[in-house]
T-cell receptor, first 114, second 115 residues
Framework: NAGVTQTPKFQVLKTGQSMTLQCAQD?????MYWYRQDPGMGLRLIYY???????DKGEVPNGYNVSRLNKREFSLRLESAAPSQTSVYFC?????????????FGDGTRLSIL | AQSVTQLGSHVSVSEGALVLLRCNYS??????LFWYVQYPNQGLQLLLK??????LVKGINGFEAEFKKSETSFHLTKPSAHMSDAAEYFC?????????????FGTGTKLQVIP
């Protein structure tokens, strides 16, 4: 019962470094999402992929890029990390289509930028 | 555009007492509504969802929520709190937007259960 798997679980970076957060789902879902969670702000959408081969910006895309590698995998890249990107990052997936489909979340990546 | 407002960022209840977590939404189209629960160091898990089949929705762990269109509310309740209910709860609204499922989350309510 893997569901949505995120790697790594924790990471500390220095300002200006780059890294890629990995996400994979085994539920044959069409849609995948990247969120960031900050205290008191709920979840904010960074990027999403409605279906394989498509990606679109969400609410807070600046400083990030994404790749929908295949139907299973959706990665998030920080090209030049900044302290403002310190956050907990969640990947989610859903069947897509009708809006009554719930999202399934990974356990998150806790990222600190020094 | 849609939005979600969760009243109270922190709620404390005694073990065995009623749990009431408030959620109000706004949406220009009929929404689908969800409650998720997040335990420490975990991702969000679906608690229940409203999909217009019934206004009173039952979820896992004894939680339920009632959709009230006239009040644009979707409050979460549980008759008797258990220590294991201590977590953060998120209300979310989902609408179709050009073939994409646009989901907006509330800012969350942390539930503390006092023994």
């Amino acid at each position: 019962n893997a569901g949505v798997t995120q790697t790594p679980k924790f990471q500390v970076l220095k300002t200006g470094q780059s890294m890629t957060l990995q996400c994979a789902q085994d539920m044959n879902h069409n849609s995948m999402y990247w969120y960031r969670q900050d205290p008191g702000m709920g979840l904010r959408l960074i990027y999403y992929s409605a279906s394989e081969g498509t990606t679109d910006k969400g609410e807070v895309p600046n400083g990030y890029n994404v790749s929908r590698l295949n139907k299973r995998e959706f990665s998030l890249r920080l090209e030049s990390a900044a302290p403002s990107q310190t956050s907990v990052y969640f990947c989610a997936s859903s069947a897509g289509g009708p809006s009554n489909q719930p999202q399934h979340f990974g356990d998150g990546t806790r990222l600190s930028i020094l | 555009a849609q939005s979600v407002t969760q009243l109270g960022s922190h709620v404390s209840v005694s073990e065995g007492a009623l749990v009431l977590l408030r959620c109000n939404y706004s949406s220009s189209v009929p929404p689908y509504l969800f409650w998720y629960v997040q335990y420490p160091n975990q991702g969000l898990q679906l608690l229940l969802k409203y999909t217009s089949a019934a206004t009173l929705v039952k979820g896992i762990n004894g939680f339920e929520a009632e959709f009230k269109k006239s009040e644009t509310s979707f409050h979460l309740t549980k008759p008797s709190a258990h220590m294991s209910d201590a977590a953060e709860y998120f209300c979310a609204v989902s609408v179709n937007s050009g073939g994409y499922q646009k989901v907006t989350f509330g800012t969350g309510t942390k539930l503390q259960v006092i023994p």
